[in-house]
């Protein structure tokens, strides 16, 4: 069966950076991309962009340019969402979440998100 | 601000049905396909319907949706307390080249 698994939660200091990472397993990973939703406290879903898992080129949503960073490895069929210069309004559950767009766009599986706390 | 919006909150009593709308433009849901996803306290977003009333294997038909113009709207029927959620649609935004969200709807179950 289709699983996206994340990595664990993060506790990190204003400045650093981390790197998520999604593992697929249950398909082709490079059948379909992968897309980065962030869920921040009390907010909406915010789609962050995607990453073409067939060529590696990554699309990033307005407001997600510069400090985030999509990834793959697909030699373990592994996707990675990199953010540097964290700040406090970073705090957020990431989501990675399989594209499909053979008709519409949408997210048919889900990661089960990484809960990241900036704090100082 | 999200460029589809939907009610912040919609509630019904147990087996009643309520509906969530959301609406949008010419950009996005007017020439896109619709998708929507629950999500229950605590875990990820699930999808519920793709191609704006298509359900995937495993969703209930008390799940249903439908587009007209540049709004859609995801009703749910025989209401149970399980279905308790925050209920999101999306769709490409063709002006903005990218995947947008609604805000999000609040569903509770009296």
């Known amino acids: 069966q289709v699983q996206l698994v994340q990595s664990g939660s993060e506790l990190t200091e204003p400045g650093a950076s981390l790197k998520i990472s999604c593992k697929a397993s249950g398909y082709t990973f490079t059948n379909h991309g992968v897309s980065w939703v962030r869920k921040a406290p009390g907010q909406g879903l915010e789609w962050m962009g995607w990453?073409?898992?067939?060529?590696?080129?990554?699309t990033y949503a307005q407001g997600f340019t510069g400090r985030s960073a999509f990834s793959l490895d697909t030699s373990v069929s592994t996707a990675y969402l990199q953010i540097s210069g964290l700040k406090a309004e970073d705090t957020a559950v990431y989501y990675c979440?399989?594209?499909?767009?053979?008709?519409?766009?949408?997210?048919?599986?889900w990661g089960q998100g990484t809960l990241v706390t900036v704090s100082s | 601000q999200s460029v589809l919006t939907q009610p912040p909150s919609v509630s019904a009593a147990p087996g009643q049905k309520v509906t969530i709308s959301c609406s949008g433009s010419?950009?996005?849901?007017?020439?896109?396909?619709v998708s929507w996803y629950q999500q229950l306290p605590g875990t990820a977003p699930k999808l519920l319907i793709y191609d704006d009333n298509k359900r995937p294997s495993g969703i209930p038909d008390r799940f249903s949706a439908s587009k007209s113009g540049t709004s859609a709207t995801l009703g749910i029927t025989g209401l149970q307390t399980g279905d308790e959620a925050d209920y999101y649609c999306?769709?490409?935004?063709?002006?903005?080249?990218?995947?947008?969200f609604g805000a999000g709807t609040s569903v509770s179950v009296l």
């Open positions: 999306g769709t490409w935004d063709s002006s903005l080249s990218g995947y947008v």
């Open positions: 990453i073409n898992t067939s060529t590696g080129k990554a």
């Open positions: 010419s950009s996005n849901i007017g020439n896109n396909y």
């Open positions: 979440a399989r594209v499909r767009y053979n008709s519409g766009w949408y997210f048919d599986y």
